[in-house]
Structures are given as structure tokens and as C-alpha cells.
């Protein structure tokens, strides 16, 4: 593995870990800010909605945009478009009536959503060009890109609590594009420009004909990722509130939660045996991983139903369960993807993947407000457990061959 590779993987990796600082602490930020207006959990969905929107048509384009223009030039524009989201947010106004607030912060969270997709994108087909063609180095690095950068997430959820008490919500929004202001700089300095350019798909046939584990794999990313923020977003901490936790205890508590799945997602490669071929125990692993994930929600549900004392306390300390096996799955499936991506066009596979990814956080998004509003938490829960047996009834046609995979899909 040459040193330029390392390099070159340390300054995106470092990149993204400022990106997703900051990233968190927007959620938290616009989450705590709007809820303490008085806005509705069904509206406090709403707001990110686009944001999640948003990514499905930027991983597409991301993908093709960074096969055909380097994938360093697409990570300095997804910088750029985060910096451009924070200062639209920042304009909103006290004075402003509610319908225009609304409309204006979930069209600045779309720009943060494409912002925060073509960063992704761009950052984790860097991975692949940068690991090579060695299947324990790439999970290597995969693992401890993934799981580093949701600790990082966590500490943008307490990050986001802190800049809102001690700069207001304006100031946090300033003092956020300025870090990454500086973040971008180094990025345009650092980088080759053409790093990662190759002959970028001619149709929109081609860009969409993934070869079969890519496919099926997107597809049980979306039921994955809905699975986590059907009781994320809106579910969970509006229930911790209700249940007499402060705005303090519930950000902590999802910092927390954030933290230790990343620093889990990164022990991956330790608690998933490892195959010549890259595939072979991988597999069945994430078969396995998502079918003991699915027994979580379900249980947690059930026990909710049935009227158990205390579901402030049970109900986080079961979610934290979750969040271990929920981090391993992620972390399988993160790596998958890469295995299975053809080396040419990694950045087009790595974008419809993460398109799907989006796609998967919209609707959890969507239905953790509105669940929320019809059966409370435990219906959140129980969409929760029905996604992730979708996720894992697709793993089961998973290809454990490279052969197998890069038939493409009829």
C-alpha cells in the first residue's frame, strides 16, 4: 500500500469527521430550537424531510458527478453546499410567521441533505480507491471510517446543545460554516483534483444496471436505515420528554448512543469472522446480524403493549442493544458494498447505494412523526421490527460469489 494512498485516505477521513461534526449539531440545533417554538412532532418531521429527500438525487448525481470530475472536486463541493446551507438557515427570522419559517428551513435542510450526500458519496469511494484491492484492508478501513465518523455525529448531537445555549441558534449556524470554511480550504489544498476520475456512465440505463449484490444490497439498506429513524427522529425524544427527561438528558443520551455505535461499527471487522474471497462469511453474517436486530423492536414493543412499569428506563436500555447489533449490520453492510462495487465506477455503485440509504432514512423520518402521532413509541417500534424483517428476508438472496454478483440484474 503506497504512503500516498494512507495520506490521502487520513485528510478525507479528517474531512469527513468536520463535515459530520457539524452535521449533527444541525439536527440537534434545528431539532431543540423548533420543538421549543412549539412545533408538533408531525412538524418537526417535516422539517427534515427534504433534507433526507434531498440525498436520494444527490447520491445518483453524486456518484456520476465524482466518476466524471474526480472525487476530490465533488467532496470540496459538498462542503461548499453544507456552508451555503447553514447560512440560508441562519437567515430565518423571529418575525417571520410560521408557514414561511417552515417553508424556509425545510428547503435550507434540502440543501444540507444534498450537501451532507455528495460528502458521503465522494468520502466513501475515496475509501475504495485509496484501501486497493486487499478485502481485510478495506474493511479495515471502512470500518473505522464508518464507526469513527458517527462518534463524531454524537458529538455533534451535544455539540448542537451546547453552541444553542451558549451562541443562539444564528450564531451556532455562523460559527459552524467558519469551521468548515477552514475544512474545505485543506481539502482544495491537500487533494489530487482528479483523484478517482474514470469514464463515468453515457445513460441513465447504465447508471442504473448495478450488478446483482449491489442491488439487492441497496434494497435492504433502505428497510435498515428506515428501521433506526422510525423511532430516531422524532419517536424517542419526544417520548424521553414526555417521560420528564430534559432537553439535556435527551441530547446526551442520543450523543451517547451515536458515540458508542461508531466506536462498535469500528470494532466490526473483530466480531465478524473474515473469508479468503471477501464474501463468504460476510454474508451470512449480515444474514444473521439483521435477523437478531429484527428480535429487538419487537420485543421492546411488546413489553410497551403489555403495560410494563418504567419504559424510561427499559426502553433506552433496550435501544442501546439495538444500537450494538444495529452497528454491526451497518458496518457489514458498508463494507458489502464495497466488495461488491466495480473498481471502474465505485463512485457511481457506492451513489445508488447511498441513494437507497437516503431513501431509507426518508421514510423512517416521515413515519417516526406520524406513528408517533397514532400509537406513540410503540408503534414506531413496531414498524421498526416489520422494516427490518423486510431487511432481513433480502440478505437471503445475497450473492456469496464475485461471479455471482456482477451478473447484472435482469
Known sequence: MSSTGTRNYAIVTAAYWGFTLTDGALRMLVLLHFFRLGYSPFTLALLFLLYE????????????????FGIARMLAVGLATQVTGFLLLSAVSPDWGAALSVAWVVLAQGVCGVAKDLTKTASKSAIKLTAGDASSRLFRWVAFFTGSKNAMKGLGFFLGGLLLETLGFRGALWAMAAVLAVVLAGVLLCLPPMMGRARASKSARELFAKNRGVNILAGARVFLFGARDVWFVVGLPVFLYASGWSFTMVGGFLALWTIGYGVVQAMAPALVRRSEDGLGTEVPAARAWSLALTLVPAALALAMLAGAPRADLYVPLGLCVFGVLFAVNSSVHSYLVLA???????????????????????????LSGLLFMLGGLPACLIGAALMLATCWALTLALPTDRSASLARAA
Open 340 to 366: 461488491y462495487a466495480c473498481s471502474e465506477k465505485a463512485a457511481e455503485d457506492v451513489g445508488f447505494y447511498y441513494a437507497a440509504n437516503a431513501a431509507g432514512r426518508f421514510a423512517g423520518t416521515a
Open 53 to 68: 429527500a434531498a440525498g436520494i438525487g444527490a447520491n445518483l448525481v453524486g456518484g456520476w458527478l465524482a466518476t466524471r
